[in-house]
């Protein structure tokens, strides 16, 4: 038996979810450049669940599905208030979304329905969730969802109590668009994983959120505002660069796994982030960006992966940095129940093999002669 480090290149699962085939992204078979121009949140919702796009009034009742369960239990809200007010936001939702489990009756309800009605809710209730913490530890009271909103707009109002311009809705749902789902990444094979033991829903997405908190995987989108802030200006950015790649440390928001010749879902970011620049009349992180790209891809081949443009483009909306990552899972709730849902259907449980490599042969040693 031969590990393979980071199981690179290893096939564990069939899916019918999504797909990255020579570079190239699909939801349900649909490129993501086509989802990216032309499809809402919520319809790339309904298609990773059901399979394919919904038409108007299958969305108008997943819309209403969603607006309807949007609610947090006030339990959970309670206990949010009872959480140190420094908490990392990622660890936050974690415990939040493990403990909405403790206040569902169905949450150990295995059939099908009930799993679907649960993926509507955590669907529904993450976005609650965040802004409810954001709000909480700065003092002030959590704003209940309006009804009949999308998760974009819900989203940005629960966070701020006004009213978003429809620019930023336009913009937080492309992101959403981009970040909803992506294959075997790590998070998933954690939900994955986690409910292949036939536990619940919960677990998995409990799971996912805590593989997701890395920054090797969605951190990494705070880890460059981190970076782009630590620069400060233009200026700083060929130096500071230079010291990184000459010392081997790596670039946040540079390189992926499976795509050698650049993430798809870059270049949507990347355009977003020159807009909301523009149309906020601050430049300057989006300048910075253009130049950290040009000298890691110029002296690495590493390309910007979905996290480097996101950083710039949650700013320009004004999103604090520690919300970002919290912002992905929201989005890939989606990708996250639809793959529970898919190993549900059709279940083997997940367990490989580790090649040992510690010592052999060793003789018990009583305590008394250690
Ligand atoms: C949503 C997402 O999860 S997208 C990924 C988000 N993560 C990041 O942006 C963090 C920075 N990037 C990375 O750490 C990596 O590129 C990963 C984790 C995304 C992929 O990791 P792996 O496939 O294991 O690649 P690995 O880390 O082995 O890198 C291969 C080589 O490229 C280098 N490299 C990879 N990414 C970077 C980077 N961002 N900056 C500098 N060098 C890098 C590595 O140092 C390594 O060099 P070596 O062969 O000389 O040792
Ligand atoms: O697929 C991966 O390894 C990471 C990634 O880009 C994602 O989860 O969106």
Redesign the pocket.
Known sequence: MTATKGLEGIVATTSSISS?IDGVLTYRGINIDDLAENATFEEVVYLLWYGKLPNRSELDQLTKDLSDNASVPAEVIEQMKLYPKDVNSMAALRTAVSSLALYDAEANDMTPESNLRKAIKLQAQLPTIVAAFARIRQGQEPIAPKSCASIAENFLYMLTGKQPEAIAIQALDKALVL?A????????FAARVTVATLSDIYSGVTSAIGA?KGPL??GANEAVMAMLEEIGTADNVTSYINDKLANKEKIMGFG????KNG?P?AKHLQKMSQELGKITGNMNWYNMSIQIEDIVTGQKGLKP???FYSASVYTSLEIPRDLFTPI?AIS?TSGWTAHILEQFDNNRLIRPRAEYTGPSHQAFVPIEQR
Do not use: K, M, P, W
């Open positions: 990255i970040h789902d992506h294959e075997l990444n790590a998070s998933t997701l995987h969605g992926h796994r499976v795509y993430d879902r992966n979905v996290d992905f890939r």
